[in-house]
């Protein structure tokens, strides 16, 4: 059964809230996330490639082997059903996702090979594989405690396969949302707890700390990563309002949703997503999920995503905005309370100044 839409989320509508001390570990030293919610599919076959490129925004036929490629995957009607990183290991790939369950991803990935005739292996490795985040400006230097110089000079979405950590046999990449130097740890579930207390116990020089979903989602929100549990849930859609990183290839042959995509295309958008910054007290911002914004009393637009930046001292919010409005420096209401349009991403991240082969945590 192919997938119309995102699994609905219960607290969409509820303001991003972190603990500093663990956003703190993310911009400034170094911390761990569990991701281990996030579907892993393994597609193999002759036709593994036709099927991810047909089920992908992005054009995943221009994905070199041990490279990744983030995307964003459509239903029929061109709501995104799934944010997804694809990655080529060369005679297979793996599927990472996330907002939908694993057993309807799956079904809607068996759905669309049957539909097109494709002839591929899924496999649902969710249960039996982890993956560990390891975020921070000196991510990098934790881990080459473990791997050596090599970490630090692969590029943002690179596969390093079949790397070792303590004996720990797993995929090292470059990925992840949170702005900083960022890596996926790929390994066997059942290595999964030792792997982490291994990096816990080697990064208690860093001051490390383990850090929740929510801590990333805020600095996901600040390095404008779309959050599919929040913006999509609001505008499932439209693709192309996110206004985010994921690229539309004009030279890509039909995939799932083209139809809706292109249709908006040639209409125009009416909407787009920008960021906002809110002139309001930290403790207590006046301003909800959901809210309207307004422009000289007319309603142009409606808030998606909130949260205080800690970088910022000051709350951040996401709007779908009406085009005409949808530029940088205005001024608008949400309620009583103030608020101006900014580019985003909203911060300058720690990492962008951090040299690796000059400087290190202990400086």
Known sequence: MLLSSLDKVENC??????????????????????????????????????????????????????QMMSSFMLSEEGAVICDATVANFGDYFYLFGEGVACDKLSQHM?????????????????????????????????????????????RYLEIAPDTEIDGISLNLCRAGKSGEFSYWLHCDMEQFKRLWQTLMD???????????????????????????????????????????????SLEKEDYLGRSMVDEVIASGLEQRTIGLVLEADPRDHGVAIGDSV?????????????????????????????????????????????????????????????RPQEESYFD
């Open 202 to 248: 080697k990064g208690e020089r860093f001051d490390i700390r383990e850090v929740s979903q929510e801590t990333i989602d805020v600095c996901k929100m600040e390095n404008r990563f779309t959050n599919v549990r929040r913006e999509a849930q609001w505008n499932n859609a439209n693709v192309l309002s996110f206004n985010t990183r994921v690229m539309r």
């Open 294 to 354: 307004t422009a000289a009393g007319e309603t142009i637009g409606q808030v998606v995503n909130l949260a205080y930046s800690y970088t910022l001292n000051q709350w951040m919010a996401l709007a779908f905005i009406n085009t005409e409005y949808a530029y940088v420096g205005l001024d608008f209401e949400i309620g009583d309370v103030g608020a101006t349009t900014v580019s985003c991403p909203f911060i300058m991240n720690k990492s962008l100044t951090v």
């Open 13 to 66: 509508n509820q303001i991003l809230l972190c603990d500093e001390e663990e956003y703190r570990a993310v911009r400034e030293r170094v911390a761990l996330i569990n991701y281990n919610s996030y579907t892993k599919l393994k597609i193999s076959g002759g036709d593994a490639l036709d099927l991810l490129n047909y089920c992908n925004l992005a054009d995943i036929e221009q994905l070199p082997v041990n």
């Open 110 to 154: 068996k759905a669309c090979a049957d539909q097109q005739n494709y002839e591929v292996s899924i496999e649902d490795h969710t249960q039996l594989e982890g993956l560990i985040g390891v975020d921070g400006p000196y991510a990098w230097e934790l881990l080459k405690e473990f791997v050596g110089m090599a970490v630090i000079g692969m």
